[in-house]
């Protein structure tokens, strides 16, 4: 313990040497940033400054290689001397680090989030800590990174970083207001870690274990592949399909892994009567081309049970589980007369627009009953 101790010491006077160097920062305060708790990783190790200061020297794209600075705090091509004086610059710093390591890197060729942008998300996702970040910094810390960097077309101030933009809009919807997300699939596995790692740090208190990516779970999604496939379709699937794409990029739709799925969410948003009905159509013409998929479960409402005093046989009680309908107006009802001598089960359908438009799926027990649009139920 002791010599790893001694190491990390070394590590952070070598850290806080190289961050004097470069700025000007007294010794003492470049030390003090280096061991900030801010500083030290939340999403991953604690940053080398000496990577940091690196980069401005050897990056493929940013690095001077010796020559006139190519990286300043408007960005590229900025030649006028970084505004360091702060006794927070360094600290700041990091921070950026730990606001991209939320985000999946993405390839150069996928690389397409511009770095001003990049730099707003970042400097609202990190307020109150760290309120500013200039444009040159964004794009240093993605270099120290190892993010793909590409230029614009018109060569300027802003470069394209590689991180997954999905991920990006997703935070950006969150920072500014302006649409919250209703829908997560895109949001970065990390985000909470960073948010809670950041006010135990302002609040003093000890810091959660560091943050290990999980390994990825890949779950089927028949129905919504089989849905963004239709997109390009000239009717009312292709309508459907397309604000479905819609939605999920703009992160207010979730993804729906089956047809039941894709109801509730329509019923909880209930729509226009023929949006309703051009899902269902939808639905069915999923269900001809998956004769496989689980038929439609709506949602769960309520389980009674009364207890009866039975008829000479004995006492028992009769069980009622009741679940919304399909189009949310009525009712699927189970009843269980669990009374000896008395055995009764069944379960209804109680609404007259779903009697037209639903039918139970066949050859399923009373409790393992599902429902499937009519107009894919093959006509005798
Ligand atoms: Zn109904």
């Excluded at 829908?183 to 302002?202: N, Q, T, V």
């Excluded at 409402?301 to 107006?329: H, I, N, Y």
Aim: glycine residues 8%; aromatic residues 8%; charged residues 20%.
């Amino acid at each position: 313990m002791a010599s790893s101790r001694n190491n990390s010491d070394r590590a952070s006077q070598q850290d806080a040497r190289a961050w004097s160097a470069l700025t000007g920062t007294k010794y003492t305060a470049s030390l003090r940033q280096v061991e900030s708790p801010f500083a030290q990783g939340f999403l991953g190790d604690r940053f080398s400054v000496r990577t940091l200061v690196g980069v401005l020297d050897d990056h493929p794209v940013v690095g001077s290689h010796g020559g006139p600075p190519v990286l300043g705090d408007n960005g590229m091509w900025d030649t006028t001397p970084w505004r360091f004086g702060t006794k927070k610059d360094l600290v700041e710093m990091a921070l950026v680090v730990e606001a991209l390591r939320l985000f999946t890197p993405a390839t150069e060729a996928d690389a397409a989030v511009h770095s001003y942008r990049l730099k707003h998300t970042v400097e609202k996702l990190l307020a109150p800590h760290c309120n500013y970040v200039t444009n040159g910094r964004l794009i240093w810390a993605a270099a120290a990174l190892g993010l793909p960097l590409v230029e614009t077309e018109t060569p300027g101030p802003n470069l394209l970083v590689g991180i997954s933009e999905a991920e990006h809009d997703y935070v950006r919807q969150l920072v500014d207001g302006s649409t919250p997300p209703t829908a997560h699939h895109h949001r970065p596995a990390a985000l909470d870690h960073l948010e809670e790692s950041l006010a135990r740090c302002a609040a003093g208190t000890p810091v959660a274990p560091r943050w290990v990516r999980p390994a990825p779970v890949v779950v089927a999604t028949p129905f919504h592949d089989w849905l963004i496939a239709q997109a390009d379709r000239n009717d009312r699937v292709g309508d459907i399909a397309r604000d479905y794409v819609g939605g999920i990029e703009y992160n207010i739709q979730s993804i729906c892994a089956s047809g039941g799925d894709f109801l509730e969410e329509l019923v909880a948003s209930w729509p226009s009567a023929n949006a309703y009905d051009a899902a269902v159509h939808t639905i069915a013409e999923w269900f001809m081309a998956s004769p496989d998929a689980d038929p439609v479960r709506p949602k769960f409402v309520s389980r009674s049970s009364d207890d009866v005093s039975g008829w000479g046989a004995g006492a028992g009680d009769m069980e009622k589980v009741t679940f919304l309908c399909p189009c949310g107006d009525g009712e699927v009802v189970e009843e269980h007369d669990n009374v000896p001598g008395f055995r009764e089960h069944s379960v209804n359908l109680w609404c007259d627009r779903c009697r037209g438009e639903w039918d139970f799926a066949p050859g399923r027990s009373v409790r393992d009953w599902g429902l499937i649009p009519l107009a894919s139920v093959p006509q005798p």
